[in-house]
């Protein structure tokens, strides 16, 4: 149980605390509502620049990290499709510290040439880093627009090219970072050694006087549905062939997510999950085998992965047919409760040992409050779960005419 607070500024800012007094520091999380998915298909990249460029000097603050330092802090940031994420550590004595340096960088950036260079040059070579020179680092730009046509999930966060980043423009910037990033589009949560009070004045005096903005629409259309299965094939420089089957899902407010996650758990969480056991450790064709879920706000895809110890015609054939007999499995009989309470146990587990510090109580707390959700409400949805809710939601997803399937082959 997460016991926590919270009230809403004039401004519209959302404010939630969690008293924790197991430690002399706070942490504080401001999420945006703001990611890869607010971009034009033209200008792709700009959220995950931005968590970059939020950094390098805002209005007041010219330099962020060592301002933070002083005080003994640290801070970090994470970009994805429907978010951007910023959070601060720092010594509860110092907590006004961290209040003021989040709200200048709301207030406005210093829109610097030289901090849009220096910082499209990082972005550039993460580009080239994760995306380009790593195997495997292109899937993302291969599988999402075999999944999505219309919706801007169909490029991942970083961007489509590196192109859209080279040409992005200062008047761009403050374009995009006026429509979104707004206390009236945005969730302050603090977790720590500070009192709901405390919370509240420094909230009202450094965030108070924040303007409340207009926010750029979402006008883009939703994503029609795959009527017949989908298939790419790529020769890369990658050590092992590899299978990679989406299947479109559900968003997050939606009653099904939950049991798809569940899915994705009893066929590859652990070691007694039926991947490991029928496809890996139960046959000589994979090498590991995997199932996720993109975890999106909006329609999404539920992802079967499987590394292949062989690359030719036959393998990748017989493998298919072993992926999709476990498919078809969950999908046509129920699982028992003894293998659902497992996975809901596990879920469980991971989710209150990923939320037991403060520095992810503030971060689960202004999620929550983004999905306007309580976020003690989470682990008891999954428990509700039955085996029949198992079977009806795979039978909906894991459809083989609605599916994109990505194969890579090595280079030989």
Same mark, same amino acid.
Request: include cysteine; glycine fraction near 4%; proline fraction near 5%.
């Given at each position: ?110 829109? #610097?040439?030289?901090? @849009? +260079? /220096?910082? $499209? !040059? =990082? ?104 009527? #017949?299965?989908?298939? @790419? +094939? /790529?020769? $890369? !420089? =990658? ?174």
């Amino acid at each position: 149980m997460i016991e926590s607070r919270s009230f809403t500024l004039p401004n519209g800012l959302r404010v939630v605390h969690n008293h924790d007094d197991a430690t002399a520091m706070i942490a504080m999380t401001v999420l945006y509502n703001v990611g890869a998915r607010d971009e034009s298909p033209d200008a792709t990249g700009m959220a995950h620049l931005f968590e970059h460029l939020m950094f390098g000097g805002s209005v007041n603050v010219p330099d962020y990290d060592a301002s933070m330092e002083i005080a003994g802090g640290w801070n970090n940031a994470w970009t994805n499709n429907d978010y951007t994420n910023f959070y601060d550590v720092i010594p509860a004595v110092n907590a006004e510290t961290a209040f003021w340096l989040e709200s200048d960088r709301m207030l406005g950036l210093a829109f #610097s040439e030289k901090a @849009l +260079e /220096v910082q $499209r !040059n =990082v972005v550039i070579e993460e580009f080239k880093q994760v995306c380009l020179n790593k195997p495997y680092g292109d899937i993302a730009h291969l599988l999402r627009p075999l999944v999505y046509n219309i919706h801007p999930y169909r490029w991942p966060t970083i961007g489509k090219e590196i192109s859209h980043i080279e040409r992005i423009t200062n008047d761009d910037l403050k374009a995009f970072f006026y429509g979104h990033y707004a206390p009236n589009n945005a969730v302050l949560a603090i977790s720590g050694n500070i009192s709901f009070d405390d919370v509240r004045s420094l909230a009202e005096k450094w965030f108070g006087s924040i303007p409340r903005r207009d926010i750029q629409p979402r006008t883009y259309a939703p994503e029609l549905p795959i009527e #017949s299965a989908r298939r @790419l +094939e /790529v020769t $890369r !420089n =990658v050590p092992h062939t590899t299978i990679a089957i989406a299947f479109p899902m559900c968003g997050y407010d939606s009653p099904e997510y939950a049991s798809a996650d569940i899915v994705t758990d009893i066929l590859s969480t652990g070691r007694s999950s039926r991947f490991y056991r029928e496809l890996v450790m139960g046959s000589d064709l994979f090498i590991d085998a995997d199932a996720s879920i993109l975890g999106s706000d909006e329609p999404g895809y539920l992802l079967i992965n499987g590394k292949l110890r062989k690359d030719s015609p036959t393998a990748i054939a017989e493998a298919e047919k072993a992926i999709y007999q476990q498919l078809d499995r969950i999908s046509t009989y129920e699982p028992s409760e003894y293998e659902l309470t497992r996975a809901v146990n596990k879920f469980e587990s991971s989710y209150t040992f990923g939320t037991i510090n403060f520095i992810s109580k503030s971060q689960a707390l202004a999620i929550s409050a983004m999905h306007r959700e309580n976020v003690n409400d989470i682990v008891p949805r999954y428990r509700a779960l039955t085996p029949a809710d198992i079977t009806k939601t795979a039978s909906k997803i894991l459809n083989r005419n609605s599916s994109a399937t990505l194969v890579y082959h090595p280079i030989k």
